[in-house]
């Protein structure tokens, strides 16, 4: 390897979700579907722009494992899929837990010298 070659690590799943969770029209189809499983067409309606860009961040959701898809017909459904949020949410409490505990610590190191002050 050279010195400009790094190793990169493989990607995992939680990348894929916060990728996909990083845009706002894919939050809000995720929102939209934390109601009820919905149709492409009733998806993409509340959204102003075309339908193949529209089915790219379906594409997305589902690559990631966010949403799953089945087709009935010439209609296909959406569904949330809860599994992979879960994932994130543990891995942000986690991140919060980890961050709690460093700031207790960093709280109680400086009352340790504002007593040594004393």
Not at 30 to 47: M, W
Not at 88 to 113: C, I
Request: proline share 8%; aromatic share 6%.
């Amino acid at each position: 390897m050279t010195s400009l070659q790094t190793a990169t690590p493989s990607p995992r799943p939680i990348d894929g979700i916060f990728r996909a969770l990083s845009d706002p029209t894919r939050r809000r189809v995720v929102e939209r579907l934390n109601r009820s499983p919905a149709s492409v067409s009733e998806l993409a309606q509340p959204f102003d722009m075309a339908l193949p860009s529209f089915i790219e961040h379906l594409k997305i959701l589902e690559g990631c494992g966010l949403v799953r898809s089945q087709k009935a017909g010439r209609v296909r459904t959406y569904q949330l899929a809860p599994e992979p949020l879960k994932l994130a949410e543990n891995w942000l409490a986690e991140q919060r837990a980890l961050w709690e505990r460093r700031l207790d610590q960093f709280d109680a190191y400086v009352m340790t010298l504002k007593e040594k002050e004393k």
